[in-house]
């Protein structure tokens, strides 16, 4: 595979707009789909801080698709995903979506990528910033390119001190088979056990943003007073794949004034990393 290269043509390039119509009954299918307790979420008045993804997912991996060689789709894995929102999301709201590749970067075990996606009103109001940072598992394009996703290192200093909050969920054992269709998300690495394992996966693994939405829910629920519009940044990386049945636990510091450190694990293994989410006064 040493002469697979990415296309410089599509650095840079803005995918076609896609179009969303936010619903009440989607944002409360999704909010049950991730066990989230805040009423709101599940009344469907407010969505759930990644609900973001919903909207976007349609321009999430058109980038990918046209800047790597197809030989390497099978080999790419969510490595990091970054939201900036402006405003939370609501029912009525008609969005208007598109994507870019902005970079990557050649690793000996592999090569990151990173993607920025913008979610606007039909009125061209911004509503959420989205970069998302894409793993090519072992393959180096040998070469760095443009600018990857901000920064958000877990600050080591913090764990001289005890966690503000830490907090213990559960995910089900039907969890995917619920998740899957209110993303949106149909990858079967996590519906159908037997793909899974082709992969050299242990079986069914859950969705990485299902993980995710779990800790945002945490973070809300812990430092937030429940109230997602307080939430302006969320950013983690994933290091490892959740299964359907385990426990995760999410342990929250303080890292500044508004700005608040986590990580999660199942057991002693850290299965989120370096989350960062930012709360507003």
């Not at 707009?17 to 936010?22: D, G, I, L, M, P």
């Not at 999704?30 to 759930?48: C, F, M, Q, S, V």
């Not at 490892?240 to 890292?255: E, N, Y």
Request: charged share 25%; aromatic share 8%; glycine share 8%.
């Amino acid at each position: 595979m040493s002469d697979l290269k990415f296309d410089h043509a599509g650095l840079g390039r803005w995918t076609g707009e896609s179009r969303f119509e936010v619903t009440r009954e989607r944002i409360a299918e999704y909010a049950r789909a991730t066990n989230d307790p805040i009423e709101e979420h599940l009344a469907g008045d407010i969505a759930p801080p990644v609900f973001a993804i919903v909207p976007v997912f349609d321009s999430l991996l058109e980038p990918a698709v046209e800047t790597m060689p197809v030989e390497l789709i099978p080999r790419v894995v969510h490595g990091e995903q970054d939201f900036v929102f402006h405003r939370p999301i609501r029912p009525g709201d008609k969005l208007v979506s598109r994507a870019k590749m902005i970079g990557w970067e050649g690793l000996p075990n592999g090569t990151r990528s990173a993607t920025y996606i913008e979610c606007r009103t039909e009125a061209g109001d911004l509503v959420n910033e989205q970069y998302v940072t894409t793993f090519v598992r072992k393959f180096d394009v040998g070469e760095t390119v443009g600018e990857l996703s901000p920064g958000h290192k877990f600050d080591e200093t913090l764990r001289t001190d005890a966690p503000v909050a830490k907090i213990v969920q559960h995910v089900d054992d039907d969890q995917t088979f619920r998740y899957s269709p209110a993303a949106g998300d149909p990858m079967p690495i996590h519906l159908d056990a037997e793909i899974a394992r082709s992969t050299g996966l242990p079986g069914i693994i859950a969705h990485g943003l299902c993980t995710l939405a779990f800790t945002s829910w945490a973070v809300l629920t812990e430092v937030a007073d429940s109230r997602t519009e307080r939430l302006k940044r969320l950013a983690v990386r994933f290091s490892k794949p959740v299964l359907p049945g385990q426990d995760i636990s999410t342990r929250i510091w303080r890292a500044s004034a508004g700005t608040y450190a986590y990580e999660t694990s199942v057991g002693d293994a850290v299965v989120v990393k370096d989350g960062l989410a930012v709360i507003a006064a």
